[in-house]
């Protein structure tokens, strides 16, 4: 089977793409806005890109033809956290990524506590097991076709400057995976857990 990605709707590429390219990881993203209201929502369009500076890019996508709150409020303060979602936070980040009015916290709508940053405006939350505060370096704007046309797609490069780990998930000077139980995106609707790990040694560490 070969596809040529020109003759695909954007909901099969999405598909398509989010598939073959998995698992995906899935950032709970926390922002602030311009009115001190909290938000928080899922993204797995995201990767690391580049260690030292830690760079992390996510790709936002409108609704309709609006730009989504997360954008909105990256734009205004210039940086947001990433909540690393784990077995327990998964249905919560779900259920944040219903379409709220700017005006309702999600944090709080999904029974989860916003703590204040260190190093950012933006919020994290209190229940993350990792959260990385991260400043807007850049932001790309690029063409894609949306439900209704055509619209930019925001992808914002952001510095990780503090991460925040708890103890429980940390062994031996690393954040160890098997007790972090970090939840992947391997479809659409389908998620997968990290319960079977393997360690395959190479010669050289870079
Ligand atoms: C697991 C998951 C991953 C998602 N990944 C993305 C993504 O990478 N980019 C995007 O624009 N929307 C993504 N979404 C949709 C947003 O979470 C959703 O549009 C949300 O309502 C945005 O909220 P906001 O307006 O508060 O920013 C994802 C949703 C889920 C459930």
Known sequence: ?????????????????????????????????????????????????????????????LRKTEKKDTLKNIEFTRDFVINIVDEPLIKKAIQAANEYPPEVDEIKEVGLTAIKSDMVKSPRIAEAKVSLECKLVQKLEILEEIREGQGLRAIVFGEVVLAHIKDEVWADGKIDPARLKIIGRVGQNIYCRTHDMFELKRISSI
């Not at 954007?10 to 899935?26: F, K, M, N, V, Y």
């Not at 993203?29 to 209201?37: E, L, M, W, Y």
Request: net charge neutral.
């Open 1 to 61: 089977m070969k596809i040529e990605t020109a003759k695909l709707g954007r909901q099969e590429l999405h598909d398509l793409i989010g598939t073959a390219i998995s698992p995906l990881p899935i950032a709970f993203i926390s922002t602030v806005g311009p009115d001190g209201v909290n938000n928080a929502a899922p993204f797995s369009f995201v990767a690391p890109v580049c260690s030292k500076p830690a760079i992390i890019v996510v790709g936002i996508g």
